[in-house]
């Protein structure tokens, strides 16, 4: 784990007045009103590409009250047939050297070592299954069984968008992802407060003890648990934080290209698909979309992104058992939600 940035002391802007009336009812079940208004982006407490802190403008919004769930997903495959990238043989052209035996359909699948992992070697945890895909979302052998309300997985951003258009609805920018996750709370650490466990209470689907462990005292679940099995933030989210990392329609770059000083907006940031490809795979210049929120696999002596400005890229066609999604329905200025001012 990188060493904490330092503290820096901030100054609140007031925003445009919000409008915290919805501008009607809920497009469907499920969803969530988040009222417009500003608030001050990212951390300069953790992580570097979190920083700088800067102030973001974001108009009111419908988002899913909880991650997208398998029960839900299998829903959208039985209507259209869709086949998810997990599921479809790779083309070679997209993976030059690689052998033709490794050409077959799969996925990213995390298999908890017998003992503590090696924190700097996540081959030690982290297993590239064939067969694994969202409805074996362990490898051959495994099901959906009882898994039916926990969040879909292995799932990439091609399947995520898939899903969006079906359903009529988008998927998140990070600007309206993070002002959601926030719950109200702006500028404090996680999705309710300062303190990770207030009272040692655990607030969220994480690895509090030492990872990755799988005698790790006090986990109830393996992987992913049920959406709704912890609290929900102040705008009545769950799993906003840990459970699964969630995909957003940011293409990656660092928030020091972020504009500033003032504001930006709730559309995609202005970063390019280009400008996100990973500079450190020069034979497989993948494109990458920011993800949040953290998952079951982050902990405090590994990886403490279980927090609203947490971030980290993740490449386009790659699917893993730890990351989902949910969505969003925008609505126009002239029905509700502060705009950015001019």
Not at 231 to 240: I, R, S
Not at 299 to 317: K, L, T
């Amino acid at each position: 784990m990188r060493r904490p940035l330092q503290t820096t002391r901030l100054v609140w802007l007031p925003g445009p007045p919000v409008d915290r009336r919805p501008p009607g009812p809920p497009p469907e079940p499920g969803m969530v009103w988040i009222p417009g208004g500003s608030f001050r982006m990212g951390s300069n407490d953790f992580y570097p590409e979190e920083a700088p802190v800067h102030r973001v403008v974001v108009r009111g919004f419908w988002i899913d009250r909880h991650p997208v769930t398998n029960a839900r997903f299998n829903r959208f495959v039985a209507a259209t047939g869709y086949l998810t990238v997990a599921e479809r043989t790779p083309d070679p052209a997209d993976y030059p050297g690689a052998l033709p035996e490794r050409l077959v359909p799969g996925s990213l699948v995390f298999l908890p070592p017998p003992d503590r992992a090696e924190l700097r070697n996540p081959v030690d945890w982290w297993t590239w299954v064939p067969g694994a895909s969202w409805q074996r979302p362990a490898g051959p052998g495994s099901s959906l069984s009882g898994l039916e309300r926990h969040p879909v997985v292995h799932l990439a951003w091609e399947d995520v968008a898939a899903y969006a258009r079906w359903a009529r609805k988008e998927i998140p920018t990070e600007a309206e992802w993070e002002f959601a996750a926030r719950g109200g709370l702006d500028g404090r650490a996680y999705a309710w407060g300062d303190e990770l466990a207030p009272g040692g209470r655990a607030m969220a689907n994480v690895w509090r003890d030492g990872f990755a462990s799988a005698r790790a005292a006090g986990r109830r679940w393996e992987r992913t648990s049920p959406v709704g099995a912890f609290p929900p933030n102040g705008y009545g989210l769950y799993d906003v934080i840990g459970n699964v990392w969630e995909w957003t329609a940011d293409w990656w770059r660092w928030h020091a290209g972020a504009k500033g000083p003032c504001c930006t907006g709730v559309v995609p940031s202005g970063a390019d698909r280009k400008a996100s490809v990973d500079l450190d795979t020069p034979d497989l210049r993948f494109p990458r979309k920011v993800l949040k929120g953290g998952s079951y696999l982050c902990a405090p002596d590994y990886c403490a992104r279980y927090r609203p400005a947490a971030r980290i890229p993740q490449r386009v066609g790659t699917a893993t058992g730890h990351v989902g999604f949910r969505c969003v329905v925008r609505v126009p200025a002239e029905r509700g939600g502060a705009a950015p001012p001019q």
